[in-house]
């Protein structure tokens, strides 16, 4: 709210349309993990969840020209792996577990996506 005469005076960095394009994203994303709810449990979602994080390596590579180390790369591919674990995991135990709508793996491509 401090800063808003100030950013009146001087206009957005971007066009407005950026930052609604951008609104709209933040948004669907938030509604997939609060579908994938529906669908799996509460510990597959944070785990999945995890995943943000190689797609904004990926994504920071890709367009800020961002670096990293073989620790790096090693670090995202354990996490990769620990994501695929949990994904089997919930598709084996599908059926001793009974979901809220339907496939517990759906919930886990919501959280995904």
Do not use: K
């Amino acid at each position: 709210i401090v800063a808003l005469p100030g950013l009146c005076r001087e206009g957005f960095a971007a066009p407005i349309w950026y930052y609604l394009l951008w609104a709209v994203c933040d948004v669907q994303g938030n509604y997939l993990v609060v579908m994938a709810y529906q669908y799996t449990s509460v510990a597959s979602v944070m785990l999945l969840d995890g995943f943000s994080i190689v797609c904004i390596m990926l994504l920071s590579w890709a367009l800020l020209d961002a670096r990293y180390t073989r620790w790096h790369i090693f670090a995202t591919l354990v996490c990769i792996v620990g994501l695929s674990l949990t994904v089997l995991s919930d598709t084996l135990m599908a059926n001793s577990r009974p979901a809220l709508r339907g496939p517990v793996w759906i919930g886990d491509m919501l959280v995904i996506m």
